[in-house]
């Protein structure tokens, strides 16, 4: 489904630019802790994938010892690119986990406020917090 409406970033790639470019401002209001490190595109370090390794969008490492798992979209095609990111999450949390290096948050940042990914979360109870942000509000989908 597509929406209709101008996107609010030309790309994801300026979406999480734009996420990098603020994180000690939503990490702190999202995650109610400051940064540590944060790492953007990382390779999810996993042998048997060779040169095709998963990359998640961002992860958080925070003064209070919270490493979080985020993946960013801003979808052209809502439901099909946001539905699909949950089990894109869950797939990097299992890959991270066999490797011995745990997330203890997982997250989807969208700038789209289309609540299928909350849905899917709330309705299976999933580990996955959900967050609209775009260039003049932000906020959790509760």
Known sequence: MVTGRP???KKEKDFVGYLMANADKWVKDF???D???IKENPYIKFKRFGANQPRIDIIVRTKGGKKIGIEC?????SFHELSRSVSQLLAYSILAEEIGEPFTDLALISSDKNDI????IRRFNLPIRVFYVDKEIHGEMR
């Open 117 to 120: 990914a909350f849905k899917i």
């Open 35 to 37: 940064i540590e490190k």
């Open 73 to 77: 979209k801003n979808p052209s095609q």
């Open 31 to 33: 995650f109610e802790d």
């Open 7 to 9: 996107l609010k970033f």
